[in-house]
């Protein structure tokens, strides 16, 4: 008989996407690949969904894993699982191109108008893009001041757009635990924010479905 050969032991998600950047540090360029293979369907389903537009979200893509290329020592474990630190990523440049298209569209409506129209418009979308800047710093924010594990189910679940079971199995908690921090960490933003955020609970509660 031949000699029988140990199967290869799987390492565990976070382990094996931790190994990836591990690799890419090293300068291995295969290792963007995996990675780009690895995350490509939920990162893409998470840049379209915010953009509305193919073309658009694959620049996101291909602008998301070229910067962990460049520097993959940008991730912060402390902070979550790599998994959500993608997809807060993909979410935050797909939020940019957002502001770059609409900027542009905005700018060629201004060009075919009345000066003296479109002045008190300019005003009116510099106030509400500062607002808008301001409110996503406080939620980003209050978000770093919760414990790690209610910050990635909180982040996988809104900026992934995963439901909670998907949650449950990226982060290998069970469901009824992934279900206690999101409500918690819901609750603790509630109170930092000084307001109710949108989606709220309910959200948090309906993401089972």
Known sequence: MGTVSRPTRRLPDGAADLDLLRRISAGDRSAVADLYDRFRRPAF?????????????EDVLQDVFLSVWRDPSAFDGSRGSVASWLLAMVHHKAVDA???????????TRAEE?????APTRIGDVEEEAVDRV?????RTALRALPEAQREALTLAYY??????EVAALTGAP????????????????EMLGT????????????AR
């Not at 502001?99 to 542009?104: A, G, I, L, T, W």
């Open 45 to 57: 389903a998470l840049a379209r969904r915010v953009l509305a537009d193919d073309v658009l979200a």
């Open 98 to 108: 957002v502001r770059r298209e609409e900027s542009h569209r905005r700018r060629r």
């Open 114 to 118: 009345d000066l003296a129209l479109t």
């Open 135 to 139: 409110a996503a710093e406080r939620v």
């Open 160 to 165: 992934g757009g995963y439901t909670q079971r």
């Open 175 to 190: 469901l009824g635990t992934v279900k206690s921090r999101m409500l918690t960490g819901m609750r603790r933003l509630e």
């Open 196 to 207: 109710g955020l949108p989606g709220g609970t309910s959200r948090a509660d309906g993401a």
